[in-house]
């Protein structure tokens, strides 16, 4: 099915809000990176690409959760009031195992991680004893099982312990080493190339004109990227001319996975990147409702992905978080997952025109009653790239809301989210 050409909802006359547009880069856009093998440690951050299935029982066998001495519960040989006294019959280090059984009325010094020999099923941490002269004094009202990690209580034999889609972190990482993995299947880093658009646009430490300025976008956009994984190939600035525009962007589509430009994308006379894609593939250009933000394009240049975000550097970076993000994880493979969102109060009044969506940049800080306050950035412009470097993250106002008063509880989405 081809989204682009759907007609009502796209036309510039009808906004779109943001959760259609999100459906419609889950529609037309699907994995386009390969599988490949890595070593674990060059595995952070990417997306696996297989299930990983535990070979093992993590821990393999029933192991003390404490150093201290372990013995069985199940007869109360020893009995001396509250504790048990009982005679040390070995020491059993991680690592090693005991080669007796324990009978009733004996104990072994057992370590952490150190396996649970025939007879015990028990472990007195080392705090709650006192040992000498051959024996041991422990508690007498200690459960059985305690202190003892089970076999397989972490992952067992057979079970899938991570699915395709992951993009792995620390932790995941350390699961498939405990699992024995020593490489992982993981998709390709996204190939994207990544232009800015726009006459007055200078490469920062170069000579600037009045009238000029400095390319932001690049490496705002560039970061972001970054941080999802890409391998970005950074292609410097378009001129407004329609035809070097569409002879970069042809020649870059070649090689890439995904075409990331910004600023020329409305439909003003300077504007030719739509026109331009539209000539080269197919281009929608959707009026989001949605502040910062719109226009944006989304198309294809021949067959590969293109992503038109729009110039003023802070809608290129929230348009980035808010729908390039979730393009570039579904085009890398990556399983769907939200950004993470919670509930804050709001610290400012803010009235708007129902019918848009709008995402305020703000600041948290711990209100008196120790709950976490947003505090609005005071100017809205899509310009002042300064409002993102003050701000913690967005505050998501519903298309249908028009008031925000100080105290009400606002959705806010951190950019530590939005980032990754
Ligand atoms: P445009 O979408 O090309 O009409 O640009 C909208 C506004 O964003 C204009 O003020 C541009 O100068 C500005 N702008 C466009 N691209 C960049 C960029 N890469 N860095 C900083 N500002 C930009
Ligand atoms: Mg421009």
């Not at 199940?74 to 280090?93: H, N, T």
């Not at 996975?257 to 739509?274: F, M, N, P, Q």
Request: net charge negative.
């Amino acid at each position: 099915m081809d989204c682009f050409a759907a007609p009502a909802p796209s036309a510039p006359s009808a906004p779109l809000p943001l959760d259609e547009a999100l459906e419609r880069v889950q529609r037309a856009y699907g994995a386009v990176t390969e599988p490949e093998e890595v070593p674990l440690r060059a595995a952070l951050g990417r997306i696996l690409a297989e299930p990983v299935t535990a070979t093992v029982n993590v821990p393999p066998v029933a192991v003390s959760a404490m150093d201290g001495w372990g013995y069985g519960k199940a007869d109360s040989a020893g009995a001396e009031g509250d504790v048990l006294r009982l005679a040390v019959v070995g020491r059993v280090p991680a690592g090693s195992v005991f080669p007796g059984t324990v009978r009733p009325g004996e104990a072994v010094r057992i370590f952490t991680g150190a396996p649970i020999p025939a007879g015990v099923d028990t472990v007195a941490m080392q705090e709650d004893c006192q040992a000498g002269d051959g024996a041991v004094l422990v508690p007498a009202t200690l459960k059985r099982g305690a202190n003892i990690r089970d076999a397989g209580e972490d992952m067992t034999a057979g079970s899938v312990v991570l699915t395709p889609g992951l993009r792995l972190r620390a932790q995941e990482v350390g699961l498939a080493a405990a699992v024995g993995r020593s490489s992982l299947s993981v998709r390709k880093r996204l190939r994207v190339v990544l232009f800015s658009t726009g006459d007055e646009l200078r490469e920062p430490g170069t000579e600037k004109p009045e009238g000029a300025i400095y390319d932001a976008n690049r490496y705002t956009l560039a970061a972001q990227l970054d941080a999802l994984g890409a391998d970005v190939r950074d292609l410097g600035i378009l001129p407004d001319k329609p035809d070097v525009t569409r002879a970069a962007l042809a020649d870059a589509a070649a090689t890439a996975d995904l075409v990331v430009t910004s600023g020329g994308a409305s439909v003003g006379e300077e504007d030719h990147v739509k026109r331009v894609v539209g000539e080269l593939g197919s281009v929608d250009l959707w009026k989001l409702a949605l502040k910062p933000g719109k226009p944006l394009a989304l198309g294809r240049i021949g067959t590969t992905p293109f992503l038109g975000l729009p110039g003023n550097p802070v809608s290129a970076m929230v348009t980035f978080m808010l729908v390039g993000r979730p393009l570039v994880l579904r085009l890398s493979g990556a399983e769907s997952a939200p950004a993470p969102r919670c509930l804050v109060v709001a610290g400012f009044e803010f009235k708007k025109k129902p019918g848009r969506r709008e995402f305020l940049r703000a600041r948290l800080a711990i209100g008196p009653d120790g709950r976490p306050v947003a505090h609005k950035f005071p100017s809205d412009s899509s310009g002042v790239l300064t409002s993102m470097v003050e701000a913690d993250g967005l505050v998501d106002m519903p298309a249908d809301a028009t008031t925000i008063r100080d105290g009400d509880m606002v959705e806010f989405l951190p950019f530590t989210g939005l980032f990754a």
